[in-house]
């Protein structure tokens, strides 16, 4: 099973097929996401959050992300 950290550079790379299995692999919480809306607009709501996670991952820069000392440090 891939990571999602496996995953997010597949899809960084352009690979369409990493696309679709990281937005199913975060599937439960789009749903759990969209609950407080009403029926009708819950769909056009988890396609606009499915645009905005590939475009977020596409250009997320993993060498900014803070190790875990740094994380600790500014606790």
Same mark, same amino acid.
């Given at each position: 099973m891939e990571t999602l950290y496996e995953l997010v550079n597949k899809v960084k790379a352009g690979d369409e097929e990493a696309s679709r299995r990281l937005l199913k692999k975060l599937e439960p919480k789009l749903n759990k996401a969209? =609950? %407080?809306? %009403?029926?009708?607009e819950r769909e !056009?709501?988890? =396609? !606009?959050?499915?645009?905005?996670i590939l475009s977020?991952?596409?250009?997320f820069d993993f060498s900014k992300t803070p190790g875990l000392w740094e994380f600790l440090r500014h606790k």
């Open positions: 969209v =609950q %407080s809306f %009403s029926l009708h !056009d709501v988890k =396609q !606009d959050l499915k645009i905005k977020a991952v596409k250009t």
